[in-house]
């Protein structure tokens, strides 16, 4: 312990905190958050017209709602609390690696699909993807910066 009352570890001796102290992180870490949004945004804008168009499951109804907000919600409110606690034991990247992992199949299994539960599968990677993915994109984001540029980070 420091005489701050926070932890360091051995190599935190010397880091800097500060987004323009750790630029090149800090970008790297927002281009992880656009990623992870540009895989939510194609289940948003695909899955929607692929339902009513191939599967019969009209726009709206409760199978589609179901799909997204049971099978996505869930999981990924799921992993966001496991992430936090994985990341402690296997480390940050390992997650963010295990979440890009999972997100691998999800177009396949959408254009393979031949029913509504792969749909329903893809969401759930998707929610697995999403969950470990963003959290740890996220918490590594605040890991370099200052308190005071918090809001900034998250935002």
């Known amino acids: 312990m420091s005489s701050g009352g926070d932890f360091r570890g051995p190599s935190d001796a010397a ?4 987004i323009r102290e750790n630029l090149e992180q800090f970008t790297h870490q927002l281009i992880q958050v656009l990623l992870v949004g540009f ?27 179901t799909a997204f907000v049971v099978a996505f919600g869930v999981v990924k409110g799921v992993l966001n609390f496991v992430a936090g606690r994985l990341s402690e034991r296997i480390g940050r990247k390992q997650v963010l690696l295990l979440g890009w992992i999972s997100a691998i199949p999800i177009p396949f299994m959408i254009y393979f699909a031949t029913s509504w539960s792969w749909i329903v599968a893809a969401t759930v990677l998707l929610g697995v993807n999403q969950g470990l993915a963003w959290s ?17 980070t998250l935002g």
Not at 41 to 63: D, I, K, N, W, Y
Not at 136 to 152: E, H, N, S
């Open 136 to 152: 740890m994109t996220q918490t590594a984001k605040l890991d370099i910066t200052r308190p005071d540029q918090r809001g900034l």
């Open 39 to 65: 895989a939510i945004g194609m289940m948003r804008t695909v899955v929607p017209a692929l339902a009513e168009e191939e599967f019969g499951v009209a726009r709206g109804s409760f199978m589609l709602l």
């Open 15 to 18: 880091l800097s905190h500060g």
